[in-house]
């Protein structure tokens, strides 16, 4: 399947559409009708993006874009309000608007193995954010703010909530918490 058929407009109740693993190339305009809409899954797939119809999902909590083509982060999930889970691991993303720090209800962001160098500088304004995976990117350095983000767990002794691995940090966090 490399397109979903534009029939979503009957499914208007729909709050979980899980679309993983389907080789999709795109997605209908049409989704932006699934107001009720809490989580979609549409990782493994070949999106490079996505409809700017994604942003009148105003529901929506978790959004699943793991293994898919993206370079350019996108700009029209950065109008989902409630968003609490991204996942944009292992795409091709070479960085992240400065206005992702407006999501102030993510929890959880998943950037794990894309083309990343650096980080927004205010990141640390995601204060809500208790997981953040950042491993195999190209990031060189952590922006300062990053200390601001007191729910997030750096300690490799424990589940960590924070990974940097596979980046050429200059410095590495080693403590709990970094300075």
Not at 30 to 57: D, F, H, T
Not at 108 to 118: G, P, Q, S
């Amino acid at each position: 399947m490399n397109h979903l058929i534009s029939h979503s407009g009957y499914l208007t109740h729909l709050r979980v559409l899980l679309l993983d693993t389907n080789e999709l190339q795109s997605l209908p305009p049409e989704i932006g009708s699934l107001r009720l809409l809490e989580k979609l899954s549409v990782s493994n797939n070949r999106l490079k993006q996505l409809p700017s119809a994604i942003s009148e999902l105003k529901r929506l909590e978790s959004l699943h874009l793991s293994n898919n083509l993206f370079v350019e982060f996108p700009e029209c999930i950065l109008q989902l309000k409630k968003l609490r889970f991204l996942d944009l691991c292992s795409n091709q993303l070479e960085e992240l608007p400065a206005t992702i720090t407006e999501m102030d209800k993510l929890e959880t962001l998943l950037l794990f193995d894309n083309r990343l160098t650096t980080l927004p500088t205010d990141i640390g304004q995601l204060k809500k954010l208790r997981c953040l995976w950042l491993g195999d990117n190209f990031i060189r350095s952590l922006p300062r703010s990053i200390t601001g983000l007191q729910n997030l767990i750096w300690s490799p002794l424990l589940a960590p909530s924070v990974t940097v691995n596979g980046n050429p940090l200059s410095d590495p966090p080693t403590k709990s918490r970094p300075n």
